[in-house]
Nanobody, 126 residues
């Protein structure tokens, strides 16, 4: 059974940076697309970014383009989300999730992600 563990959250001032990690155990991340999602208090969960397994194509929602970078280290079975220029409204619990990759070779935040981590708290506040 694939298990995901997020880390790297914390308290950061507006404009600051954090790097989140999503580490896998069990069978590993081979042949999985990985997505990052976040949920602010009282709001619905929203997709942030994803990375495909094959050639590693990435996708970002418009609000984070140019500030967030998703990457994966296949040797370490870990996916990262580098977040720069963070804003207070981006506070929340950040989750990584996995879905088996498909032949379309493009990740999609609307795919049925079936494996989820426990989340890591990100607080952007002065």
């Amino acid at each position: 059974q694939l298990q995901l563990v997020e880390s790297g959250g914390g308290l950061v001032q507006p404009g600051g940076s954090l790097r989140l990690s999503c580490a896998a155990s069990g069978p590993g991340l081979d042949f999985y697309d990985i997505g990052w999602f976040r949920q602010a208090l009282g709001k619905e969960r929203e997709g942030v970014s994803c990375i495909g397994y094959g050639i590693g194509r990435t996708y970002y929602v418009d609000s984070v383009k140019g500030r967030f970078t998703i990457s994966r280290d296949k040797l370490k079975d870990t996916v990262y989300l580098q977040m720069n220029s963070l804003k207070p409204e981006e506070s929340g619990i950040y989750y990584c999730a996995a879905v088996p990759t498909t032949v379309k070779n493009i990740c999609d935040l609307n795919d049925p992600y079936g494996y989820w981590g426990q989340g890591t708290q990100v607080t952007v506040s002065s």
